[in-house]
């Protein structure tokens, strides 16, 4: 009896889990096709690194935020989904770090005054009103990656170097010190709808981070994403 109670344990275990990676890849497929710009690989780990937030005890969110900084600046690389309707709410250009490159990023940082953007999902907490206007917190959740976030005040704001002009002819937007700034004119609606318990993930293929993100390496929905990710244009 106790055998056969140990196995109706592991087979409902097991059945979770299977129902869980199926409902994160319906929603992957779902957010794929409302941002069709996006690479569908990077959504699918950004919606794993929040399964493993939440797996490890933090509350779910009715938004996620996806950064690929990958792409170069000049090109819209932030999308924001409503993760009921699989709707995208947003596509607007970020900022990276000043000292992660020009106009494409290929360095980041953990550390405080590297003036460099950080990789991972983050958590986000309350608002505030600083030099730069309306502006967001941010809780790094990848110990090693972007936890400084806090002491090193990165968090997201308006910025008027962010804008189609420049990136149209300038063949890129500005830099911050590390913040991922959006434009001025948006930065009000989407810090509201990012504010207080959302999460935010911000994308580079770095081999090291892919290989060692403590939200990307949770379980097994998340091993088995990562795993199957294509490394073929990784960085060292």
């Known amino acids: 009896m106790h055998s056969d109670m140990n196995q109706i344990v592991i087979a409902a275990a097991l059945l979770s889990l299977t129902n869980t990676?199926?409902?994160t890849d319906t929603l992957a497929a779902r957010l794929a096709a409302a941002a069709p710009t996006a690479d569908p690989n990077v959504i699918q780990l950004a919606l794993d690194a929040r399964e493993c937030a939440i797996e490890r005890g933090l509350p779910a969110s009715d938004h996620l935020a996806v950064i690929d900084y990958s792409k170069p600046s000049a090109q819209r690389r932030l999308w924001v989904f409503d993760l009921a309707s699989g709707a995208l709410e947003f596509f607007e250009w970020v900022a990276h770090g000043r000292n992660s490159g020009d106009?494409?990023?290929h360095m980041f940082s953990n550390h405080d005054g590297s003036l460099a953007s950080s990789l991972g999902l983050y958590r986000t907490a309350g608002v505030f009103y600083g030099k730069e206007g309306i502006a967001l917190q941010l809780?790094?959740?990848d110990p090693g990656f972007n936890d400084r976030a806090r002491e090193?005040?990165?968090v997201m704001h308006g910025a008027w170097y962010v804008s189609e002009e420049l990136a149209r002819t300038t063949g890129r937007i500005g830099l911050?010190?590390?913040c991922p700034a959006v434009r001025t004119a948006v930065a009000k609606p989407i810090i509201n709808?990012?504010?207080?318990g959302q999460y935010?993930?911000?994308y580079y293929p770095d081999r090291n981070w892919l290989h060692s993100s403590a939200s990307l390496h949770c379980s097994a929905v998340s091993m088995n994403s990562t795993t199957s990710f294509?490394?073929?244009n990784v960085a060292p």
């Open 200 to 202: 935010l993930f911000a």
């Open 193 to 196: 709808r990012l504010k207080d």
């Open 152 to 154: 090193r005040a990165i």
């Open 139 to 141: 809780d790094g959740l």
């Open 103 to 105: 106009g494409i990023a």
């Open 21 to 23: 990676a199926a409902a």
């Open 230 to 232: 294509n490394f073929a």
């Open 176 to 178: 911050s010190w590390g």
